[in-house]
């Protein structure tokens, strides 16, 4: 069993904390085995008196009062939100809004999001948006949150004609990724956790891909000195990403939307919440390795291996039958990444090194869906 | 006629240029007449291909197709929302990112807003988060948010709790303050703003209240030298006062809220919308400079002689009689400047000093609202 989660070995403790250098803005993510409990991590990011906890039905009977009994004499008041993407919505805001105004918070307040992305997202963009601007921690609960919410200070909700339309670049006081909350997730949200792990792999790390290659099962058992190195690398890969380009000002951050141009036009015609994120990333991610191979950059093993690695976490790798290719471009073509009707896509130069591709045509887009089985029209 | 308004005279001219200095986030302010029709201030400020113009049922058929004319050949959409400060919600901030949506804005996209506090206001804070940021051009059409919301980066919208409960820090790429638009103005409206622009005299420019203390008519009846004059002094104040402290994190700041803290405790009593913001905040000058005198600042001469300034431009200087004193102290209680349940609020030292008293209790306020007429409960 040690075999295979060498390199984990090397890295692995109790708690590994990565510093986000964003100037005055930086942050320490802390990773690692039951830091719920550690106030010590906590309370030295918690300024005023007051906190909220925003969390989710499903999180909230789990770890909620664990939380709650760490925060200890604050003030603490909690909200929680439906469950599913369907609620990352402004309606959802203003009942976070409606808590914050009825408990009385002051600028001075704390939000805390406890929970997956959907929680991460709406809490980080509440904070950003009271009283213009309040502290916020993240305790991501999902292994997808934990490698994708914990950097880039995205936050935001969705719009019922595009998802993340309405947002902020706001950042938190502190992560806090504990690996132990990952052990009551389904399978099924570890996996497509797992599936923006490989992607970091992909776009920009290749020793990190090789080492998915022998520990993408390990993962998927949950060995926690495992996930701590994966989030770690990870998180350390986006923040190196991210530094270059905080406010998605270039093209570089852009790399972190391999598959995703793909994956938001398949969440979005099957309606938020039906495939999770990462199932669709994860079919995104095998289409654009597919479409980069077709254009003569990776190779035809190369595609069946990403294939085969994202199969051992049982991920998706074909998009809905029932799409038709007019229908997926339609729905690429409304994504923001779009800048004045250029259809613009991350592609792979080779495993490790993704690139964005601006010259790629919808008409050319249609073509490839066509020759993967979907319909035209 | 000229000799109420010398001091204009010196500095008036058919544009005056301001430059609000914010490192990379600076910005110029426009000053002038018919500036509405100037394509080349504006065009140099667009950097898409796509407008969207945000402007009220009062304004649109006043100014909008001037606008649009200006424009050129633009992508130009138009939003037009009712007029009011009950208007300014989350729910209409729906309905600007829905016109965003479905006529695919991307985000080079430059939001124009082209109307009083509120349109600027909402414009604003979906300028800072749709798609986490797009540029925004000011065009206020009032004096009242010619001379506040052109500086100081504050967007957003009331909660049904409090006033700007929820919104955004956002610069403007640049300001277009057209003194010909005040024309239209009604004698109400134009006085609303007058208090405001009084209260940078008051606050931090004892030269500037003088001047005030000249020429309050002329401003009255719209002479465009005194508007032009009154505008730059009022703006020129307001961003020494935001540059030391643009995101309000020292006190400083806070002295722009002289007479706001009774002000909004006004507003929220009668409903937004039945006093104008401005009148409001005429009042709540009084009070404030009638405690400042009860504390021994300033005199009873001075108190007297802003009571006449106030009352040449028809503003109120007493609070509604049906409010109670222990309603007044509760709804400022609930005002955002609160911090830590300790009061604090903008006094005067002298004429043009300004400071922040953090030791007055409720109860001084309540017992000094009963002396002001109010009944106790």
Redesign the interface.
Known sequence: MHSDISAADTHAADLQTLNVELGERSYPIFIGKNLLSRAELLLPYIR??QVLIVTNTTIAPLYLEQLKSTLGRLQVDEIIIPDGEQYKT?AT??LI??KL??A?H???TTLIALGGGVVGDMTGFAA??????VDFIQIPTTLLSQVDSSVGG?T?VN????K??????YQPRCVLADTTVLQTLTDRELAAGIAEVIKYGLIIDKPFYAWLLENTAALYRRDQAALIYAVYQSCANKAKVVAADE??ETDHRALLNLGHTFGHAIETAQGYGQWLHGEAVATGMQLAAQLSQQLGYISQQEILQLRQLLQQANLPVVPPQDMTASQFVDLMG?D?K???SRLRLVLLRQIGEAFVAADVTAQQVADFLIQQGLAPH
């Open positions: 005023g008196k402004l805001m203003e809004y409606d105004m009825s009385r002051n600028r001075k950003a948006t009271y009283q213009r601007g995205k935001g719009h019922p004609l595009g993340n339309m309405i947002g902020a670049f406010r998605e409304r923001k779009v800048i004045d």
